[in-house]
């Protein structure tokens, strides 16, 4: 049994079971995964309406939506256009006869209207109900596409194309799994390449991806039980997918490096793991502990889709700890010196050299210890600099404007959009009222109707699109627009909708709840509601963070040090995003078209990720540092050693989150590309610039102050977990822990 420790900590005791009955402790885990997974696939997934991610205004239109109760069926429109020259009217009446013929015969197709022309008359429109479920449309909407190619086939001297939300839905399913399904291949491949790189053998290499793996699976399953209480969105498992690959590799890799490092320094299987468990384990309890709270703080915003997100994301997260701290130990246990085998020649001979440092972390740090009052103020005027351009920030929701271009239904779409305005982007007036009501919120509706007709904000329609609940209690007119959703000409017109015409129509209708919603309104009103909560997101996010890493460094600079670097490298982050995103300079290099705004839920969930992520460096490091300090080692050499022997682990751990995250930025949605960009430019810096060159010329400025507290606050704060004892000492001086501040 290891004498390290007099008293061992949780972590400690935890490990040293795991390693001591290590068949127990992955058979344990593997039945906990299988059960997971089991569970989940056996209750499945409840997902949000849209009434569940809706805020605001927005939100109580989709509420008084879903009270009326709509047969809503899925429409389709197939488009009649020359393709050069005019439209010939004969022709394309045939046209248009042949494709409803052919429509006509599907058990898909409910409803189709006679051909509208265009006001130009250099369009045919049919307009095409779907039967079922408007939510799977898009899985049944193939033979209607079908039919339409063949009458396009029929009719090759026209252009008879389809279009509607099913069939632009099929086509953008289609995109996203391909693309998915290449990141899928990629990233597994490069987080495998850079692990063998790390350590120049297979076993240790395999180690964190597979822990990583196990955690995503069972967090999944975790997560379809749990949204029987909290729904979830589409999205969720892509976050628990991107969450969970990157903690379970950080931190499996944190823990698998030290009991290497013990290892080679000639400690025992049971000292090795005991070591990195009162290390690396309690830093990865730490880390995640303050992961965790950050994606806590999506639950303040009342938004369900950011709920959503945090519940996939906190399970997975917490998945990840317990594997790192119980099945881990087991399986380092069980493999003993295996786990440096199979070697990879040169790079096995690099990775297992515990006490050599590296000659590039070792030259900056030079450098910034020199001077560190110089070097924090270059870093920090560097992250300024390009946090500057955060100032300008403007966001929206992704719209159909946002949509590759490269897609034939997107294509298409535009083209119906030009020859039928009123069948592009809409305001939605939900109406709610007692049933005796319905003729006056009628006549107030066609009221409102008439007043848009005329106004260059409005699109011009034939007849209004009034339609009325089966109880009459519901009723909804459809406005359409003729600019794009998230266009300020959008804007003006629900901002006249709401605050001029509704109030003097239906507002006027006694016991009548009236709300405006659509794509335009969903941009604003989750834009405001942004700019409300995330002030208070911020400092649940940081007043948590800075509790959770005083009591567990018992320090007050090292937890305001933490929060002060986080900040400036996520306000980094939104810097970066205005200037590839906002302009349209960058638009060739990642194949993106600018819309002039960042995706209006990034920033919230980039500040929670980054924050929770970058955590986990800092801890990491800073755990190092602190171990030496225990050790009596002066505080500059210990942010040098600390950061140094550090520096493989941070470094690898780094390279698999910018690889993983730059994968995302190669995808074609544009939420996508930002998320990965923000990601990997964030951890990038984070992991170079805050720990090679500010928090080491910042804890060397501090010198002992890094680890001040009040004697009041140090008193009230549990001891701490970490006990390091020198590296040569023997039994009797192992039981007195050197202090610290």
Not at 334 to 340: D, E, F, H, I, Q
Request: proline share 5%; hydrophobic share 55%.
């Amino acid at each position: 049994m290891s004498e390290h420790r007099r008293r061992p900590g949780r972590v400690v005791r935890v490990a040293r079971w795991s390693a001591e009955h290590r068949w127990r402790a992955v058979l344990a885990w593997a039945a906990f995964v299988v059960v997971c997974v089991g569970v989940g696939a056996a209750v499945g997934t409840r997902s949000q309406s849209d009434a569940d991610s809706a805020v605001g205004e927005w939100g109580r239109s989709e509420r008084i939506v879903e009270h009326g109760n709509f047969a809503d069926p899925a429409v389709e429109n197939v488009l009649v256009t020359s393709r050069s020259g005019p439209l010939e009217r004969d022709r394309a009446g045939a046209a248009a006869a042949d494709v409803s013929r052919r429509l006509d015969a599907l058990p898909e197709v409910g409803t189709i209207s006679p051909p509208v022309p265009s006001a130009d008359g250099r369009a045919l429109l049919v307009r095409v109900e779907m039967t079922g479920d408007a939510e799977t449309a898009g899985d049944r909407v193939q033979p209607v596409l079908d039919a339409t190619a063949a009458a396009q086939a029929a009719y090759p001297a026209l252009r008879v194309e389809e279009v509607g939300a099913a069939s632009i839905d099929q086509a953008l399913g289609k995109m996203y799994e391909g693309d998915f399904r290449q990141a899928e291949l990629l990233s597994l491949p490069v987080t495998l390449v850079i692990m063998v790189v790390a350590f120049g053998a297979l076993l240790a290499a395999a180690v964190p991806v597979l822990l990583a793996l196990t955690s995503v699976a069972a967090a999944i399953g975790l997560s379809g039980l749990a949204s029987h209480l909290l729904r979830v969105t589409e999205t969720t498992a892509s976050v628990v997918l991107l969450i969970g690959m990157a903690v379970g590799v950080d931190y499996s890799l944190f823990y698998v490096r030290r009991v290497r490092e013990e290892r080679a320094r000639g400690r025992t299987a049971l000292d090795a793991v005991e070591i990195a468990a009162a290390t690396s384990g309690r830093a990865i309890v730490v880390s995640g502990g303050t992961v965790a709270v950050a994606m806590a703080g999506m639950f303040l915003t009342g938004s369900g889709i950011f709920s959503s997100l945090a519940l996939g994301a906190i399970l997975v997260v917490a998945v990840a700890v317990l594997g790192s701290v119980t099945v881990l130990p087991a399986v380092l246990a069980a493999l003993g010196g295996w786990v440096n085998r199979p070697r990879v020649p040169l790079i096995h001979r690099l990775t297992m050299r515990p006490n050599r440092d590296s000659w590039l972390w070792s030259a900056v740090l030079r450098a910034t210890l020199r001077r560190p009052a110089v070097a924090l103020l270059v870093g920090a005027a560097a992250l300024v600099a390009l946090a500057l351009p955060a100032l300008g920030m403007r966001t929206s929701l992704p719209g159909t404007a946002d949509l590759p271009r490269s897609i034939p239904a997107v294509q298409s779409y535009d083209r119906l959009t030009a020859a039928y305005p009123s069948e592009g982007a809409v305001h939605v007036v939900a109406v709610e009222a007692p049933a005796e009501r319905a003729e006056e919120v009628r006549s107030a509706l066609l009221d409102l109707a008439a007043r848009t007709n005329g106004s260059p904000l409005f699109a011009a329609a034939r007849q209004p699109d009034l339609d009325v609940s089966t109880d009459r209690a519901v009723s909804l007119l459809t406005v359409s627009i003729p600019d794009l959703e998230e266009s300020p000409r959008a804007k003006e017109s629900l901002s006249l909708l709401r605050t001029t015409l509704v109030p003097e129509t239906v507002g006027r209708v006694p016991g009548a709840e009236a709300a405006v919603g659509g794509g335009t309104a969903a941009t604003v009103d989750f834009s405001a509601m942004l700019s409300s909560r995330l002030p208070w997101v911020i400092a649940f996010v940081l007043g948590l963070t800075f509790v959770l890493v005083l009591v567990s460094f018992r320090s007050v600079v090292v937890a305001a040090t933490a929060i002060a670097l986080n900040l400036l490298s996520v306000a980094a982050a939104y810097g970066l995003l205005v200037l590839v995103f906002q302009h349209s300079w960058a638009e060739g290099l990642l194949d993106f078209r600018s819309n002039g705004a960042v995706v209006a839920w990034l920033p919230m969930f980039l500040f929670v990720v980054l924050f929770g992520l970058s955590m986990d460096y800092h801890v990491f490091v800073v755990s190092r540092i602190r171990e030496l300090a225990l050790r009596g080692v002066p505080t500059a050499e210990a942010v040098r050693q600390g950061i140094v022997r550090s520096a493989g682990a941070v470094t690898s751990a780094a390279v698999v989150m910018v690889a993983v995250f730059a994968i995302f930025a190669t995808l074609t949605g544009l939420e996508f590309k930002q998320m990965g960009v923000g990601l990997a430019a964030a951890i990038l810096l984070d992991a170079t610039l805050v720990r090679a060159v500010l928090l080491p010329a910042a804890m060397a400025l501090l010198g002992r102050w890094n680890w001040w507290a009040p004697a009041a606050l140090r008193r009230g704060l549990p001891s701490p977990d970490l006990e390091i004892e020198p590296e040569h000492a023997s039994p009797v001086d192992r039981a007195r822990p050197v202090p610290v501040g």
